[in-house]
């Protein structure tokens, strides 16, 4: 079956504001849509309406409306990897007093879906919703490596390995390369590679058919995420909070 025309693009238009958290013009919005001035007015207006869509009136912005947030907050309130894995993560995020993030796969992106703050004077920033390429994240990197062959594949030739730090993985050879010393040791470092100065570090989590349903990651600038510290307690500790959450999904390794 085709898709709508018009839920299509109204989508297309919620997308988009995704990313423009302080707004965007209705000429620009029509222009990243590849759509009429018109046809994105006409669709502004019915998302308007629904409150999906509100207008800044001084600036004339649009951006995500209330009614985005409330159908999120929902999910994420209903989502059993985040009621299941809470508990564990805000154990581990009080005992190292880092910041833990919870991820899925989303459409070959790390999607953040929970985030539990440090207490510590320098905080990650990041926010629950946002999407981060799974090349260069400890997190993505973490679920590229529980992938089956095919849709390793298949997520892996939709990357453009944009440079985003002097460390970020550039290529698929490198990528790959990477994944394999992942598959080894059973968790991910990201070092640099997203953000200068940030060090990350991830483990998987199974469900009973030992599949990778997510993955989650303690970060820190890199003086508190030494390789001291990671040698000495941090590896051990995140690994073990992996196994508990596991185990909640049925997993018996």
Known sequence: MSNVQSLERAFTILEILSKHPKGIKLTELAAEASLSKGTVHRLLATLSNLNYVRQDQETERYRMGYQVISLATHFLDDHDLIT???????????????????????????LYIDKIESTQPIAMYSRVGSKAPMYCTAVGKMMLAGMDHEKYETVVSTFDFKKLTPYTIDSVEKLTEEIKRIKDQSYAIDDQEITEGVRCIACPIYDFNQKTIGSFSVSGP????????????????????????????????
């Open 84 to 110: 299941s894995s809470r508990p564990h993560l805000l154990q581990l995020s009080q005992e190292i007093n880092e910041t833990v993030h919870l991820c899925i796969e989303d459409n070959g992106m790390a």
């Open 222 to 253: 890199m003086n508190r995420i030494s390789y001291d510290f990671l040698e000495e307690r941090l590896i051990s500790e995140v690994r073990e909070t992996a196994a508990r959450i596991s185990r909640e999904f049925g997993w018996n390794g």
